[in-house]
C-alpha cells in the first residue's frame, strides 16, 4: 500500500512539474491541458509500410540490398520507412532475382 501512494506522489509532482506556469509556478487545468495537445501534436509519428515504400523495398531487394541497407539507404534518401523486420517478415527470401512473397 505505501509503495501505490509513493507512486501516486510520484505521478502527481511529475504532472505539476511538467505542467505549471512557468511564470508564476501555479498548476491550471486548462494550461495543462494546452501543454499536453501541443506535446502530442509534436510527438513523432508511426510510419507505416506504404505501397510506395513496399515498391521501394521490392526494387531495392532486386538490386541485392540488404534490409539493413535498405534501411540505411532510405534514411540517405528520407524515405520514412519502419524497422527493418517487416521488410524480412514481408519479403522472407530473394530468388533468382525475384521476390517471393510469405506474408502480404
Known amino acids: 500500500m ?3 501512494l509513493a507512486n501516486t506522489n ?4 511529475r504532472e505539476l512539474k511538467r505542467n505549471s506556469d512557468k ?4 498548476y491550471k ?4 491541458q494546452k501543454k499536453y495537445t501541443k506535446r502530442l501534436k ?6 507505416k509500410f506504404t505501397k510506395s515504400v513496399k515498391f521501394y523495398v521490392i526494387d531495392k531487394l532486386r538490386q541485392d540490398y540488404s534490409p539493413e541497407q535498405i534501411v540505411g539507404r532510405a534514411k540517405v534518401e528520407n524515405i520514412h520507412c519502419v524497422s527493418m523486420k517487416p521488410y524480412i517478415n514481408l519479403f522472407g527470401m530473394i530468388k533468382n532475382k525475384e521476390v517471393i512473397y510469405i506474408n502480404t
Do not use: F, I, S, T
Open 29 to 32: 487545468a486548462d494550461l495543462a
Open 23 to 26: 511564470r508564476n509556478g501555479e
Open 42 to 47: 509534436e510527438k513523432p509519428k508511426k510510419h
Open 2 to 4: 505505501q509503495k501505490q
Open 10 to 13: 510520484l505521478y502527481v509532482c
